[in-house]
């Protein structure tokens, strides 16, 4: 039975604002007094709202003085969600007031208020909290620029009889305020920290995407899953032109099987070198869905090629002409598309390594670069119109020309101090106005990539790796999946099921590496079916050495695609986590999660006995039975199956073994 996630409350909220916009939940200051929602003294415009089945999208106009206000509102009828943002722009001939702190404040009534989320990647992998609110006060933010390294801006805030989800949808930097009486909590969502500027005549700056998603029933299992429905159904971008939903794909990168020395990325491709791997490929019947070609394939900014630094070369955007003469990378992308392969390609936009060479030889414009003194961070500055089109057209011809249908793109720096410094090159009253620029214009550039891969007959959407997990804010994901969820997502299975039993509750698609290593960038790992069954994410990630290892086991790789592939139906699904979690060093007991289709009432339930863990039997119940049905766990191993009605025991008699169920209602 499909679920109702309907919320005639949540309805009249959203009217609430659209019949008198002074109750949006946002404040801020213009010229030294604040103000609430749209005030009532500002002039309307216009206003345009559109309509579907789906949702009902608002677009209100206002003015005061010089100063235009645009308020874009969107309510989604299934499930009751709305989201908002304000543009500000500058519609004289003089400055603007000072614009400072714009920001969504809501008030939550209900008792026994519970803050629960998880933190971001790099330090926090994505560790889970759960906060007593009551007489207490938090405080998350992203100073970095790096919007989802540190913390991460999602919050599920239980109050009275059920919840409300929330989201700042902003790549750069971000606030988020709670406390709490123990009767009604407030929250406080920012976006550009600090921001206090003016606006020259033309200019235009915008806030976060505030997403406002109440929920009806206090429970946990029922919060992940109306959010994850919501997130899939209205947020999960489209797979392609035709607007097709994006459905689990694999990939395959080929830089560890080239046979020459290869530091990162696929540095030590060649056009000479892709053709045994794929030919190998199709020989043992390993088919995936992407071919990956990761950073290195590029020219460096002074004309040569790049040997080992692949970090330290970038820039160009180019095809290095002398690892790909000719038209050789173009006739790799043909071979793999008449295979049934698309090709996905690395970039870093935001980020320059040699200025003076890309101005020297390849027409590169020297205002458009920030660098304070001689240190080694360099931003390409794509605030600038001119630098932004330069950019996107230079990164476009390269997909275009290479056959490329997926765009995957990096973002290796922390650029908040230098946006500041750039503030100050403005003058007084300018603080954020360099943030708010680059940060609209990153979102157009992805925008027009998009728009020119699917016109290609590529993807509808874009890699969001950013240094592993750095952009993973619902806006960017708007536009884009995260195939890796962080960087050490290549290493052990204990993470693995650590970042999947928190991460994947927030954000669906996502995918991780089918190798396990001690180290991100190890020459050796290992690959079997333990390591194959916690990496089944609706992006699979398939690592193998096709040409240059004698002792590969073509079966595992065979038998791991195909076992994918009969569950890779239910990973966009509801998901229940069945045991605590663990961090990444605790392997001492069990991890069990199960992926559940409720429309027919089947699925996918996975459990890991982990290295450590001394018992052989793990007790589960089925969240999501409802106490009047039995359900049967068919073991896809053995083909024996076990009737499950309450409680249920599984047997795991070896450590380091993976048990995969199917699901079924008796």
């Not at 004309?303 to 070369?313: A, F, K, L």
């Not at 598309?337 to 390849?362: C, H, Q, V």
């Not at 027009?448 to 619902?474: L, P, W, Y």
């Not at 195909?562 to 991890?591: A, Q």
Request: with cysteine; charged share 25%; hydrophobic share 35%.
């Amino acid at each position: 039975m499909k679920r109702d996630f309907r919320n005639p409350a949540a309805d009249t909220f959203y009217r609430a604002i659209l019949a008198d916009p002074s109750t949006l939940p946002f404040r801020f200051s213009y010229g030294g007094r604040d103000y609430t929602g749209i005030p009532a003294e500002f002039t309307p415009l216009s206003r345009e709202i559109r309509t579907t089945d789906a949702r009902e999208t608002a677009e209100l106009c206002f003015s005061f003085g010089d100063l235009g206000i645009t308020l874009l509102l969107t309510h989604y009828f299934s499930h009751g969600v709305t989201e908002f943002r304000v543009d500000f722009a500058c519609l004289g001939s003089n400055p603007t007031g000072v614009i400072k702190n714009p920001r969504a404040e809501l008030i939550f009534p209900g008792r026994l208020p519970q803050l629960k989320g998880i933190l971001g990647d790099h330090v926090n992998q994505y560790a889970p909290y759960c906060i007593d609110l009551t007489d207490n006060r938090m405080e998350f933010s992203s100073e970095t620029g790096q919007a989802t390294h540190i913390d991460f801006p999602y919050f599920n805030l239980e109050h009275g009889d059920g919840g409300t989800m929330l989201a700042i949808g902003w790549a750069g930097t971000w606030r988020a305020e709670f406390a709490s009486d123990g009767e009604n909590t407030r929250a406080i969502l920012s976006s550009v920290n600090g921001l206090a500027t003016r606006l020259l005549p033309g200019e235009r700056i915008r806030t976060a995407l505030f997403v406002i998603a109440p929920y009806t029933v206090r429970t946990e299992h029922y919060a992940v899953n109306f959010w994850r429905d919501w997130f899939v159904r209205h947020n999960l971008p489209k797979a392609d032109a035709a607007g097709n939903d994006l459905a689990p794909f694999s990939t395959c990168c080929l830089s560890g099987d080239t046979g020459l020395p290869n530091s990162d990325g696929s540095i030590s491709e060649r056009h000479y070198t892709w053709r045994p791997s794929m030919e190998k490929m199709l020989a043992e019947d390993i088919r995936v869905d992407f071919r990956w070609v990761d950073a290195g394939w590029y020219v460096r900014p002074d004309g040569q090629s790049e040997e080992t630094d692949w970090w330290g070369s970038v820039g160009t955007w180019t095809i290095d002409p002398n690892k790909w003469p000719g038209k050789s990378f173009r006739e790799s992308t043909d071979f793999a598309r008449a295979n049934g392969m698309k090709t996905l390609l690395w970039f870093e936009p935001e980020r320059l390594t040699d200025p003076e060479g890309m101005i020297r030889n390849f027409g590169y414009d020297p205002s458009w670069y920030i660098r304070i003194g001689s240190q080694k961070t360099i931003i390409n500055n794509i605030g600038i119109p001119e630098c932004l089109e330069y950019t996107t057209r230079r990164i476009c011809d390269t997909l275009t020309e290479g056959g490329v249908e997926m765009y995957r793109e990096d973002n290796n720096y922390q650029p908040t101090r230098l946006w500041v410094y750039l503030d100050g090159l403005e003058g007084e009253d300018r603080r954020g106005i360099t943030e708010c620029k680059f940060i609209a214009a990153h979102y157009k550039m992805w925008d027009d990539i998009i728009a020119c891969t699917a016109a290609n007959g590529g993807c509808a959407f874009v890699d969001s790796c950013a240094s592993g997990g750095g952009r993973n804010d619902i806006e960017s994901l708007r536009r884009s999946v995260p195939l890796l969820r962080s960087d050490s997502d290549r290493t052990t299975v204990a993470l693995r099921l650590s970042m999947t039993t928190a991460f994947n509750k927030w954000i669906p698609f996502c995918g991780a590496c089918t190798r396990e290593q001690t180290e991100q960038l190890a020459e050796k790992g290992v690959c079997d079916p333990y390591v194959w069954r916690a990496s089944y994410l609706p992006a699979l990630n398939v690592y193998s050495q096709f040409a240059q290892d004698p002792d590969q086991d073509f079966s595992v790789l065979r038998e791991g695609i195909r076992e994918w592939k009969s569950l890779s139906r239910y990973l966009l699904k509801e998901f229940y986590v069945l045991t605590p979690w663990r961090r990444e060093c605790d392997t001492t007991d069990f991890t069990a999660y199960a992926f559940f289709d409720h429309e027919d009432e089947t699925g996918v339930l996975l459990a890991f006995r982990q290295e450590l863990c001394g018992r052989d039997t793990l007790r589960i119940r089925l969240p999501f039975a409802d106490g009047e049905h039995a359900y049967i766990l068919r073991d896809a191993d053995s083909g024996e199956e076990l009737l499950c009605r309450g409680p249920a025991d599984i047997a795991v008699q070896s450590v380091r073994t993976a048990r995969l169920f199917y699901i079924r209602r008796a």
